[in-house]
Structures are given as structure tokens and as C-alpha cells.
């Protein structure tokens, strides 16, 4: 996000890595309000599916705590997938890009996040 072309300076976001999240769990990455869940391979058995789990609590309990709306990423650095808290409680998918990594796309990627 700092370097992609958003014209933001250091001092313009603060990203924080291993963020404490409660319990023996740690926000991947946390940045303004954003909650990044990196994971190897999103194409992998249940690895969606237990990532939106782990996503949405980290959403949820950010929002409760700052009292302002967060959004949730969850990316392999292939896959990006964003997310909203919707009302019911739960991740909606907002937007998606895929990285085509013989022609990678910042400016796609960029629209998305």
C-alpha cells in the first residue's frame, strides 16, 4: 500500500505486523483500517474457509474496539479477496483480483484494495 502508487508517505498509514489480536492469536498484517490475512495457498482443502473464520474475528473485534468500520484482505499474493463486515455479523466479498504472475497488474490490484 505504501509503495503502489497511492502517493502515501511513511507517516501517512501505519502498517503493524503480528498485531496482538486476544488470546495466542496475531493479526497478519494491520494497516489504517485494514485486517491483512496472508496464507500460502487459498486453493488449498479448507484454507478459505478457516481463513474468513479467523479474518472475521479479527474484523469484529477491530470494529468494536476503534468503533469505526474495518475491512478485512485475505491473500495468498496471488488471490486478493476483500471483504466487508456486513450487519448480520458476517464477511461479505466485495472485491477480487487475481495476480497473473507472467503479466502482473498494480493498477488492477491497486482498484481492488
Do not use: C
Not at 15 to 30: N, S
Request: glycine share 10%.
Amino acid at each position: 500500500m505504501l509503495f503502489g502508487g497511492l502517493n502515501l508517505g511513511d507517516l501517512d498509514i501505519e502498517v503493524l505486523l503480528e498485531t496482538h489480536a486476544g488470546g495466542r492469536r496475531r493479526i497478519d498484517i494491520e494497516a489504517g483500517l485494514t485486517v491483512i490475512e496472508v496464507k500460502k495457498d487459498l486453493r488449498v482443502g479448507r484454507v478459505v474457509d478457516d481463513a474468513l473464520v479467523q479474518l472475521a474475528g479479527y474484523v469484529k473485534a477491530r470494529t468494536e474496539v476503534v468503533r469505526q468500520r474495518y475491512v478485512g484482505i485475505l491473500t495468498d499474493g496471488a488471490d486478493w479477496r476483500l471483504y466487508n463486515l456486513g450487519e448480520d455479523g458476517k464477511l461479505h466479498e466485495v472485491a477480487n483480483h487475481q495476480v497473473n504472475p507472467s503479466e502482473p497488474d498494480v493498477e488492477a490490484l491497486l482498484k481492488v484494495v
